[in-house]
């Protein structure tokens, strides 16, 4: 189930955009899908970081070694967070010329648009790195809850948002945050002496 509505929040927004499109909107999808491939990129690399990671913070938790298992997650959120400044702002200021170089003038998304899909790219990689930490304790249920609250909460701002791409790219920023926000405070222990974990 976690999988599941992992994949849905980073895959579906494009299904979404198409559902919700007026027959004028339905070119809409498809310009909106070539978006989401440009400003989700850094996601291909935090993917190759989270999946040799998962194995250390297993062991680490496995040994009890929880300063060392702080440090590992906090460094993983750091080079999130470092790694998303770089794409929101290379999204804002090159997407637009990229994305029509890449896919061809027909194509044409604003910075905004853009800069919001890498913003929503950006809370949906901390809350993945979160998860690990909950994965690594074997807590699952915590890892469901917090992935299913983050796709009610892209749901609620679908609804009460306009027009079609901002209320779904609002969606994903919103629901990707909800997500990191609840998988974080399932594992309050992380945040325990953070300070001094985050600079031994």
Known sequence: ????ATQFMFNG???VVQLLASPAEQRAAGTFLNGRVLAFVPLFLFQAVTAALLPRLSALHSRGSRADFQRTVLRLLLFVGGLGAVAIAGAYVLGPTVLRLVFGPAFLLS????ALLAASCTALMAAQALGQGLIARSDY???VAGW???VAAFFIVVVLVRPLLLRVELGLVVGGLAAAALLA???PTLWRGTTHAATV
């Open 148 to 150: 299913l609250g983050g």
């Open 185 to 187: 405070a399932l594992q």
């Open 141 to 143: 249920r915590g890892v």
């Open 13 to 15: 927004g494009t299904v």
């Open 1 to 4: 189930m976690a999988s599941l």
């Open 111 to 114: 910075s905004r648009d853009l």
